[in-house]
């Protein structure tokens, strides 16, 4: 079993940065990827960012240049989010994929007001 720890949202005015950290336990192998994902009220789920071990993060087209994704270790990961919009407003999930089977956190919110 994996569990899945967010922290790190909070409430930000437009321009602004927070910090997201999502912790991992149980069964993390150093070889998975980790990402992040958000969901906006009425909205599906989109995917952020993810990293692999040991190499560079990729992004959605709407963060790139101002979101960074990190790992500390194989069971750590952050990210670091820049010149916030409104329209990054959302719950903000942690996710790694273990065995085709795919775990999520309990999510994380980030509000960012105009």
């Known amino acids: 079993q994996v569990q899945l720890v967010e922290s790190g949202g909070g409430l930000v005015q437009a321009g602004g940065s927070l910090r997201l950290s999502c912790a991992a336990s149980?069964?993390?192998?150093?070889?998975?990827?980790m990402g992040w994902y958000r969901q906006a009220p009425g909205k599906q789920r989109e995917w952020v960012a993810t990293?692999?071990?040991?190499?560079?993060g990729n992004y959605a087209d709407s963060v790139k240049g101002r979101f960074t994704i990190s790992r500390t270790n194989a069971n750590t990961v952050h990210l670091q989010m820049n010149s916030l919009k409104p329209e990054d407003t959302a719950v903000y999930y942690c996710n790694t994929v273990i065995f085709s089977q795919n775990y999520w956190g309990q999510g994380t919110q980030v509000t960012v007001s105009s």
């Open positions: 149980g069964r993390i192998f150093s070889g998975n990827n």
């Open positions: 990293i692999p071990s040991g190499g560079s």
